[in-house]
């Protein structure tokens, strides 16, 4: 059996060993977080040019409930991400976007049936709206970058989960601001191009969160 100097072990380990800067705050982190997407949108839907309609929409009360619940959830999601990749925080953070999810899911449900009542079937019609996806896509671009960039100086424990939670922050916000410019306000067409889309970006960044999670730095 071979002895080993355990003075020698301890100095080969330290002369490797790389100086670690612990994670910041969670609630700094997320206030970071918010500052650089909140102003990637604002670039985006300035551009973009606010609908003339917005003023007349912001005071309907269904409209404005679902902005505050799609900001609800892009903020949540948010600290529900970082949390999870934070050793020792309460497993109770991964469930806060579901409370401001199912209000967004809700309203949009009531819409939709309010539109059925008062119209009938022609409430409820359908045409492609392809713009939402890349709308979307661009819009949340930014947020979802850095949400990733933030994410990978965590310990990816749950990379599926923190992914998903990432990406729905992203998205939801980039929902939030596609509204402020994108004029198709009927619930089915909301819930299936704009929500749908939402849904398919966190479910596809949920399977790729292992990948992209796998090499990750320190903050």
Known sequence: MVEMDTDKLIEALAADARPIRPLAPLSRRV?????????????????MGLRPDLAGKLSEAMFALQQVAA??????????ALAAGVPGERRWKLWLPSVPLAVWLGSLGHQCWQEWLRLGSHGMEFHPDFACVPGIAMVGLVPAVAMVVMLRRGAPFHPRTMMALGTLAAAALADFGLRLFHAA????????????????FTAVAGLAGPTVLAARGRM
């Not at 206030?31 to 551009?47: F, I, K, Q």
């Open 31 to 47: 206030t970071a977080w918010l500052a650089v997407a909140l102003s990637a949108v604002a670039m985006v839907v300035g551009l």
């Open 71 to 80: 900001l609800g959830t892009a903020i949540a999601a948010a600290v529900a």
């Open 185 to 200: 306000d009927a619930a089915l067409m909301v819930l299936v191009w704009q929500m749908g889309t939402v849904v398919l």
